[in-house]
């Protein structure tokens, strides 16, 4: 009679309703580490879109604000124009500059800390010093170090979400003799605020962003003499939005009481003015691109350019002038970097240092250069894993799966890894457009995974390898096309800059990352389920619940006329649908 015979032995077994509304909020406990701009994002947002999450920002420093706490170095700003520098839901009308000082920046995060009240979630203090995986579980317990007391405790989770960002573990010179100076030896990234250069023999290594930052600043202090040790060429462009400063009529990039005025008075005025910033730092994305029209155009405005800033002192161009694409280098427009670098008080040195005696250090040449303290603007080693063990399934650790170059998941995740999400991790930074909206849309993409393994009852989500080849394929292919692969070193490249594979860029425009991660591709994980044993598994739907929503449940969990409120009605535009103005501003997405 078949299988559905009223032989009972023969029927279906009972399914066994789970007593809980369909919305599911189980309780789920989730750590961020770091408390820069990514930490303090899921601060804002991991509240305000879920229910039932314990969660904690672990953050090493004594203050929020991640590299905006650590970079204090003289001259320490955005490089890219403020009003793009910042959360889109929180915009300051009141920086002092197109470029806005560092202790602005950091600032402006203290007030979303506080506004937001996302201190209610941060540890400052904290050093998280380990990460393991337990595949019984699926539970992530982390070590952590309370930096005030020295107390160590072990936190158990179901996520962890590492915002750490790309430039956070510090880069010295690997040279001969480095241990051996005697004189004081300042990072960057570590400045050392009590210490007085007037009057000093100043040697600053490095030729990137913050050695450009730093150089005008010591320049300028009395009495200095600065030797500077630059190996690598670099592009110096014209400041980034500079054709949208002119569009608006402003002729410093220095703000004025009335201009900031108008800006937190005239909310249109103000929109168009960051709108104008975006659009400019969006359209350039060929500027990336071998052979383009723009890459062309901007070679030759930014040769003359640095021409005519070192006209005093020519053979530096020679030293200096790239031979390799605009941006295959983070570009920086560098205010004041050339200007100073001709100055009587300034030695430009392209010759590379063979060792380090006590206060000295040597060139290839043979000559030496006697110093009363070294300056090492020399990054950070963004293609790194964390500084602490993580460890994944069956013992791997991170650092073992990064090697010999991270491979990622849109470089959210990787294989091996359940439950582990990544912030700014590799190939996350921008190559043109809003580096803030990478980090807003990286933030949403985990939180809508959060909510579905809250929701779904799923125990662990792990990103497929096959996937993670896939964009390993599709990053190598894409930045064949590109200056990326050009002849320069670059925090952009593996092997400390010098590798054959980009590990910090996102394969793309910023605009093209934003659609990516737009909607996840749940397909592409492998899940555990609560409840799953011995091979045998649970019923996928019984998230469904009792037939019930919280919203009838609850009084307090929403409306019971939700789909009326004018909030979550989508309004077609008529008489024409296709002319809704929300569709025409972006395509819609599934």
């Known amino acids: 009679m078949g299988p559905h015979s009223m032989n009972g032995s023969s029927r279906p077994q009972a399914h066994k309703l789970k007593d809980s509304p369909v919305e599911n909020f189980?309780?789920?406990?989730?750590?961020?580490?770091?408390?820069?701009?990514?930490?303090?994002?899921c601060g804002v947002r991991f509240p305000q879109r879920l229910k039932n999450i314990d969660l904690t920002i672990y953050e090493k420093n004594a203050g929020v604000g991640g590299t905006w706490w650590e970079n204090t170095y003289p001259g320490c700003a955005c490089d890219i124009?403020?009003?793009?520098?910042?959360?889109?839901?929180?915009?300051?009308?009141?920086?002092?500059?197109?470029?806005?000082?560092?202790?602005?920046?950091?600032?402006?995060?203290?007030?979303?800390?506080?506004?937001?009240?996302?201190?209610?979630?941060?540890?400052?203090s904290h050093?998280?010093?380990?990460?393991?995986?337990?595949?019984?579980?699926?539970?992530?317990?982390?070590?952590?170090?309370?930096?005030?007391?020295?107390?160590?405790?072990?936190d158990t989770v179901d996520v962890v979400v590492s915002a750490r960002g790309t430039l956070n573990e510090k880069s010295w010179p690997d040279l001969e003799g480095f241990s051996d100076l005697k004189i004081?030896?300042?990072?960057?990234?570590?400045?050392?605020?009590?210490?007085?250069?007037?009057?000093?023999?100043?040697?600053?290594?490095g030729g990137g962003s913050s050695a450009i930052q730093i150089i005008p600043e010591l320049q300028r202090v009395p009495g200095t003499k600065l030797s500077c040790f630059v190996r690598s060429r670099t592009w110096i462009s014209r400041p980034f939005g500079d054709s949208a400063v002119g569009k608006l009529g402003l002729s410093s990039e220095e703000f004025t009481e009335d201009q900031k005025k108008r800006f937190a008075n005239d909310?249109?005025?103000?929109?168009?003015?960051?709108?104008?910033?975006?659009?400019?730092?969006?359209?350039?994305?060929?500027?990336?691109l071998k052979g383009s029209v723009i890459q062309k155009a901007a070679r030759d405005d930014f040769t003359e350019l640095m021409k005519q800033r070192l006209a005093k002192k020519p053979e530096i161009l020679d030293s200096l002038l790239p031979d390799f694409g605009v941006a295959c280098r983070r570009l920086t427009p560098g205010p004041g970097y050339l200007e100073a670098l001709v100055q009587g008080n300034v030695d430009f040195i392209n010759k590379s240092i063979r060792k380090c005696g006590s206060n000295t250090v040597e060139l290839t040449d043979g000559s030496e250069v006697e110093l009363d303290v070294l300056v090492c603007a020399t990054g950070f080693n963004a293609s790194a894993p964390p500084p602490f063990p993580v460890v994944g399934k069956d013992g791997q650790t991170l650092a073992e799966r990064f090697n010999p170059h991270p491979e990622t998941y849109l470089s959210l995740a990787t294989d091996g890894f359940p439950n582990y999400f990544?912030?700014?991790?590799?190939?996350?930074?921008?190559?043109?457009?809003?580096?803030?909206?990478?980090?807003?849309m990286e933030g949403d993409y985990i939180i809508k995974s959060v909510r579905k393994m809250q929701k779904e009852d799923i125990k662990s989500m792990e990103v497929q390898s096959r996937r993670v080849q896939d964009f390993s394929k599709v990053i190598d292919s894409y930045f064949e096309q590109t200056v990326y692969l050009d002849g320069c070193n670059s925090w952009y490249r593996s092997d400390g800059g010098r590798g054959n594979r980009i590990t910090g860029l996102w394969p793309g425009s910023a605009m093209h990352a934003m659609e990516t991660l737009r909607s996840p591709r749940w397909e592409d994980y492998d899940y555990e389920y609560l409840g799953d044993e011995d091979g045998i598994e649970v019923n996928r739907l019984g998230w469904l619940g009792n037939g019930w929503s919280i919203v009838q449940t609850d009084a307090g969990s929403g409306e019971l006329a939700f789909y009326l409120q004018p909030e979550v009605t989508d309004n077609p535009s008529s008489p024409f649908p296709e002319q809704t103005r929300l569709y025409q501003l972006r395509p819609f997405s599934h």
């Open 184 to 205: 004081p030896q300042i990072h960057s990234a570590a400045w050392d605020h009590k210490y007085n250069f007037q009057g000093k023999r100043v040697g600053v290594i």
């Open 267 to 288: 909310p249109d005025y103000y929109l168009e003015f960051r709108s104008t910033i975006e659009r400019e730092g969006n359209s350039v994305h060929a500027l990336t």
């Open 81 to 124: 124009p403020s009003h793009s520098y910042q959360y889109s839901f929180h915009p300051n009308s009141q920086w002092s500059k197109f470029y806005a000082p560092a202790p602005e920046i950091r600032a402006y995060l203290e007030n979303v800390v506080e506004k937001y009240s996302v201190h209610r979630f941060i540890k400052c």
């Open 127 to 154: 050093q998280v010093t380990a990460c393991n995986w337990d595949q019984s579980s699926g539970k992530w317990t982390v070590s952590v170090t309370n930096l005030d007391s020295g107390e160590t405790f072990a």
């Open 422 to 440: 990544m912030m700014l991790g590799p190939n996350a930074a921008i190559g043109t457009g809003s580096l803030t909206m990478m980090i807003e």
């Open 26 to 41: 189980r309780r789920m406990k989730v750590i961020v580490i770091g408390a820069g701009f990514s930490g303090i994002y």
